[in-house]
């Protein structure tokens, strides 16, 4: 398949502060990536850089196999919506929208018209005076009717309430089932996402700390617990992803268990508890920091 | 959906469960990979590769232009493959748990009889 | 289920794409200015006629309304066009994925287009003024000072000349600050300061006071606003210089 974004070694540095450090990975064409990593980790400076918003320090990005940074063909085929959006005074809802009907040569008006009325956003106010949810709807609506091959949306539903979060995965699943293309989210409710991810980046502090297929993560970790004793005689020797105990009760996390080894614990009288993509990512990022 | 598998052999599962307890028949035709996403709020590729899990075991396939259907036989094979599967992925927990619970073989049959007869 | 393929822009239709973008909210680059001008100008209208009220049988000076500021707030106002232009819509339009160069060609295009408007439009207003001999109150607002006396085409030129001047001076200052901040903007007004200086003595060194005087005397209005020119030109390759290497907010 090929690739479309590449990057190699990319590194970000403000002084002395590292937002990006040696980082490298490929993202598919026509499949949904998840950035996945705490405020910070530099999720949004990684998105910035692969649409050529920010300048490298070092390190090499290739989207489309070319060079993004002040590169048109590149750019146009390219949507980067988040909730930072800067809209200059005075602009409407109605305004921006126009805009972005200008910048995306794929802009579909109608698809955007059905979504401003499923969202509810009110076009004829100012983008100043929106709520978090209504500016988040609008990200939204211009993430999606861009149908740009390769669309980025960083924490897309920042304010969304529940029902406007299912809807947009909703809209999402369904439009990228219709127009396949490229789209990497980044998100830090793991778990609503997990779904529609098909490869997941985890990115802490700059660094990439994981870079693995959805599937291939899902069903690696499980929780045991059981009395205090079982528990440490089944921990030993392999690696440990958290703990916590309560009196004599213990619960591990644990990764690398094969079929036999779960049965073999439950033959020990432990009880398996699955574990979730979130719960996975938090504890390898909380385990990161810890080391 | 379950936490502690992929959701594609999870798809693929509830296929087959489907096939087996005769809610879809042979010959039927097995929803779209956009319905299946749509319906499971998944991502299409993983519904497609849950149904490929299916092809490639023979127990579905595509007629071209038209759509997905089940497969002849894939009942009773599917049905042959659990039943191989069941004493592992059944009875060995089972087992183990009487064991923990100082419950003999003799008075798990015992126990087993009385459930079955009910 | 296809995918996506999308079809390649030209640069002329990228450019006015920005164009269109700046031109999406009418308000703030048009319909605003010429209100408030209008404004003014009812205001100095107002006060005129009070003044005449005021005066009585003694009337007024001939050309007590002929030395008149008020339309020069709508020259400072577009150094605030073009400060907000750099602040707010570069981060806007480069954050939705246009390109530097277009932002700033369409930017650019943008302002040259609005300084004709301005220009032709005050001369248009000049020329009305003059018709109805200062609004029938010999008030010259439009074209006042030494503006009454030239051709309504130079008033035209050197209006838009000076537009130009304040919109691109204006967006590379801006650009200053978005690039290095208000430790920047201290050392651009300390450095153009220290210039001044050394200019000044270097001409009282030289003894070349006379020859200053009468290079500028010399001169008229259009000569002045055609010499800013190669500022406005220089500010320009100033400003897109940096706007190359700036990152937009957000």
Known sequence: ???????????????????????????????????????????????????????????????????????????????????????????????????????????????AA???????????????????????????????????????????????????????????????????????????????????????????????????????????????????????????????????????????TLTGLSDADKADAVAAGLELAPVSLQQLIVSRTRGAQEA | MDESRPIFVQIAEQLES????????????????????????????????????????????????????????????????????????????IVARARALGISPEQLIEIIRREAAQ | MTAIATPRVATARRIGTTLRIHAANPWAIVYTPWLILMGVFLLNFSIWHLVLRAAGDRGVNPDAFHYNGGVSWVLFYMVVVAVQAMNQ????????????????LGTAVLFVGLSLMYGVGIAAFAGLERATDGWGVSGWFFAPWTF?????????????????????????VAAVFVRWGANGIILFFASVAVLIVASLYAITQLEAWDAVGQFFSGRDAIQLALMSLVVTVAAGFVGYALMRRATPKG
């Not at chain 1, 190699?8 to 990536?33: H, M, P, Q, W």
């Open chain 2, 18 to 93: 489907q096939i087996i307890d005769g809610s879809m028949r042979e010959e039927a035709q097995v929803p779209s990979i956009n319905d299946l996403a749509a319906f499971h709020r998944i991502n299409p590729a993983t519904a497609l590769k849950g149904v490929s899990l299916l092809v490639d075991q023979g127990i579905i396939y595509k007629r071209r232009g038209v759509g997905m259907f089940v497969a002849e036989g894939a009942r009773e094979r599917l049905v042959a493959a659990r039943r191989e599967a069941f004493g592992d992925d059944y009875i060995r927990p």
């Open chain 3, 148 to 172: 009454a006396t030239m051709p309504l085409w130079e008033v035209a030129v050197v209006y838009t000349l000076v537009m130009l001047f304040m919109f691109f001076g204006g967006s590379t």
């Open chain 1, 114 to 252: 059905r979504l401003v009325d499923e969202f509810r956003v009110p076009l004829d106010r100012r983008m100043k005076k929106m709520s978090r949810g209504q500016r988040s709807s609008v990200g939204v609506i211009i993430g999606l009717a861009s149908r740009a091959e390769l669309t980025l949306l960083d924490e897309p539903y920042a304010g969304l309430d529940a029902v406007a979060r299912e809807l947009f995965y909703d809209h999402l699943l369904r439009d990228y089932s219709e127009n396949p293309r490229t789209i990497v989210l980044s998100t830090h409710l793991i778990d609503e996402a997990a779904r529609l991810l098909e490869h997941v980046l985890v990115v802490d502090n700059g660094s990439l700390l994981m870079d693995a297929a959805a599937d291939d993560l899902r069903g690696t970790a499980v929780t045991l617990v059981g009395s205090h004793n079982s528990v440490e005689r089944f921990a030993t020797g392999r690696p440990v992803l958290g703990w916590e105990s309560i009196g004599g009760l213990s619960s591990v």
């Open chain 3, 89 to 104: 819509t570069f981060s806007f339009v480069v954050g939705l994925g246009a390109t530097r160069r277009d932002y700033f």
């Open chain 1, 1 to 111: 398949m090929t690739a479309v974004i590449e990057v190699t070694d990319l590194a970000r540095t403000y002084g002395k502060v590292a937002a990006v450090s040696d980082v490298s990975f490929s993202i598919e064409e026509n499949s949904i990536c998840g950035l996945l990593g705490r405020n910070g980790a530099g999720k949004t400076t990684l998105m910035r850089l692969v649409t050529g918003q920010e300048f490298a320090s070092a390190g090499e990005i290739r989207v489309f196999g070319e060079n993004p940074v002040e590169n048109a063909g590149v750019l146009a085929r390219t949507c980067f919506v988040r909730e930072s959006q800067v809209y200059p005074d005075g602009f409407r809802g109605k305004h921006v929208l126009r805009a972005a009907a200008h910048l995306f040569p794929n802009w579909d008006a109608d698809y």
